[in-house]
């Protein structure tokens, strides 16, 4: 049976990453021109640490699952059925829903840093983080949120009491 507890910790964690993902879209740099020396100005750069702070506790998130989980490739074998077909299957989706995640959080932190406080402007429009990077790392933790926990609780139903069955070979009866 599925731990509660651990269902729980993870959903929070993740409910952290989603909002620091939603607070780092919203708090995204912006720039304007200085007309008086023709230079691009830039805000606060609170975005690249919000950003950061998203994709290290998603980065928990995910490993808390796989540590419990022992990612599926240690520890024993599951048991056949439904159940083990969907954990594998999921396991593979939460991986790729991980790895976009991470790295469009990743993406949106480093471009958003990239920026020097002064550059001059060329075209008269100054180069900014493209809006909705940071949202799209958000969905993709709502995503990995979702399918990490539906994994946990297929793994554990397929985890559950499964001995396999081992003939030892040939059975003799007594000899006499």
């Known amino acids: 049976m599925a731990s509660t ?23 995204r740099a912006t720039a304007s021109i200085d007309s008086s020396n023709d230079t691009c100005v830039y805000g606060s750069d609170i975005a690249t640490g919000l950003g950061v702070g998203s994709l290290l506790a998603l980065m928990a998130s ?35 829903t991980f790895i976009i995640a991470e790295l469009c959080l990743l993406a949106g932190s480093v471009r958003n840093a990239y920026h020097t406080k002064y550059r001059t402007a060329l075209s008269a429009n ?3 983080l493209r809006k909705g990077v940071f949202g799209a790392g958000a969905a993709f933790i709502v995503f990995t949120g979702i399918v990490s926990e539906l994994y946990y609780v297929y793994y554990t139903k397929a985890n559950d009491g499964f001995q396999p069955n081992i003939d030892a070979g040939i059975r003799m009866g007594t000899y006499k």
Request: hydrophobic residues 60%.
């Open 5 to 27: 507890l651990l269902l729980v910790v993870v959903f929070v964690i993740d409910l952290v990453a989603f909002a620091l993902a939603v607070a780092a879209e919203h708090r």
């Open 62 to 96: 995910q490993i808390i699952i796989m540590a419990v989980s022992r990612c599926m490739c240690c520890g024993k074998a599951l048991r056949p059925g439904s159940s083990r077909a969907w954990a594998i299957a999921l396991f593979i989706t939460c991986w790729v």
């Open 126 to 128: 100054c180069e900014t």
